[in-house]
């Protein structure tokens, strides 16, 4: 703007004497330096950012004005009655600028016939996802939906008139964000050869959602798929595990990995689902509280460390012989009901072991930990903020903006030498059919 005033300024070039021209020169200096000053005290007064809104709204007038000519033609030729769209006018409109919306006033066209015609450059200025993001990165920082319309307003450049700022509004378009985040968790596209899954539920007022984290070969970790219900039922998993194989989940030709915690339906899911190729591996940090709440205080570390020494043992018969002893000895001490705990799927505790990793990779996949994680930032974000649960969409709406959340910050989940060995364990590992009987 300011070149083009520039521009604007330049005269013809004077002809006469020396004097003359000099004189001429310094007119037209004079001149410029007077337009600068006006623009550079309309910068100070109005601030950088209202002047580039200004800016910014002048630009986008001249093109909806092209697009308008594009329809009509230019203004004031007539064109005869062959004429497909005609001018009509002005209307008030709005755009999006950052977390509001900016009133102006918008062309408007018609066809011959009398129906309006949407300009494309004013709908996508008007695109409310900006709005949405904005609104969603605000409420999940800790402000309040009655407090945003005071923050934006706070931002909002000096001198112009914002709206869509109250708290109905940022709720509607914090729902419409969140849930489009819950949508990309169900329908995204799977990609990628996955060696593990870890499977889990979190609850929040009396809803569930199911869970599924995947580990990659190359050590990334994605949320897989989320799946709402009332209950951990083996449907409900199902549904999610099933889903998951539309969207792309492959284990043709090799074994997968599945790490989860006590729930029965999700063991009976993942059975359903992978059949043969599962390599079921139950939580030890689940299993392990399970067994020492059942024993007193004063014994519990004892049979903590006695349990994690025998799941750490590389020998699968030698850790699965430790772990009767440590059965048997607690039967004789009375402690019939966590002797049952540790023989309860015993198997199931030890498949690590079957495969033969490493003590550094047998504890990674060893417990639930990897998306244990991800619900405690679920739990950050939803937890102080909501008091009241209406329903389990809105559950998994607040579940799916958490695992984005983690998702994020997700660190690889191990080196790529353990990974190679996990898929090589993987491959070399017999089916149930192709295992030795039991003595």
Same mark, same amino acid.
């Given at each position: ?23 001429? +020169? ?8 007077? #337009? ?25 007038? #001249? =093109? ?32 999006? /600028? ?16 009398? $129906? ?44 112009? $008139? ?43 007022? #009396?809803?569930?959602?199911? /869970? =599924? ?15 709402? #219900? ?5 449907? !409900? ?41 599962? !390599? ?10 399970? !067994? ?95 008091? $009241? ?6 559950? +998994?709406?607040?579940? =799916? ?39």
């Amino acid at each position: 703007m300011l070149q083009d005033q520039a521009y604007a300024m330049d005269a013809p070039e004077v002809k006469g004497t020396r004097a003359e021209r000099r004189r001429a +020169e310094r007119v037209q200096g004079i001149a410029l330096d007077q #337009g600068l000053t006006g623009e550079l005290e309309r910068v100070a007064r109005e601030g950088v950012e209202a002047y580039c809104l200004n800016v910014g709204l002048s630009s986008l007038e #001249g =093109a909806m004005e092209e697009e308008v000519t594009a329809y009509c033609g230019p203004r004031g030729r007539r064109l005869g009655e062959g004429r497909t769209y005609v001018r009509y006018g002005k209307a008030p409109g709005s755009v999006v /600028v950052g977390a509001r919306r900016v009133p102006i006033v918008r062309p408007r066209v018609r066809t011959a016939d009398g $129906r309006e015609v949407r300009l494309r450059i004013y709908d996508q200025a008007r695109d409310g996802r900006f709005l949405e993001e904005a609104a969603m990165a605000a409420l999940v920082s800790g402000t309040s939906q009655r407090r945003y319309g005071g923050v934006a307003r706070a931002m909002a450049p000096a001198g112009r $008139r914002v709206f869509g700022l109250s708290a109905s509004s940022a709720g509607r378009r914090f729902i419409a964000a969140t849930r489009r985040v819950a949508k990309a968790f169900r329908e995204r596209p799977i990609e990628g050869t996955f060696l593990a899954l870890f499977v889990d539920a979190v609850a929040f007022g #009396g809803y569930l959602v199911v /869970v =599924a984290v995947g580990v990659r070969d190359d050590g990334k970790k994605v949320v897989l798929g989320i799946h709402q #219900g009332d209950t951990e039922s083996r449907a !409900v998993c199902q549904e999610l595990l099933e889903g998951m194989a539309e969207r792309g989940l492959r284990w043709d030709g090799r074994r997968m990995l599945v790490v989860t915690d006590g729930g029965k339906g999700i063991q009976a899911a993942a059975r359903a689902v992978f059949g043969e190729a599962l !390599v079921l591996q139950r939580c030890r940090a689940h299993r392990c509280r399970n !067994v020492t709440d059942k024993v007193p205080e004063d014994e519990r570390e004892t049979v903590r460390r006695q349990l994690w020494r025998a799941w750490m043992t590389e020998d699968p018969d030698q850790a699965k012989a430790r772990l009767e002893g440590l059965a048997g000895r607690l039967e004789m001490q009375g402690h019939g009901d966590a002797a049952g705990s540790v023989r309860a799927d015993l198997e199931d505790t030890i498949a690590l072991n079957r495969l033969g990793l490493g003590p550094h990779l047998a504890r990674l996949l060893g417990t639930t930990n990897v998306i244990e994680s991800t619900f405690s930032q679920c739990e950050t974000l939803a937890g102080g903020r909501v008091k $009241r649960w209406r329903h389990g969409e809105q559950v +998994e709406r607040w579940v =799916a903006q958490g695992l984005a959340m983690a998702e994020a910050s997700f660190h690889p989940f191990a080196t790529p030498r353990e990974m190679a060995a996990l898929a090589r364990a993987l491959a070399q590992h017999p089916s149930p059919a192709e295992q030795p009987a039991a003595a």
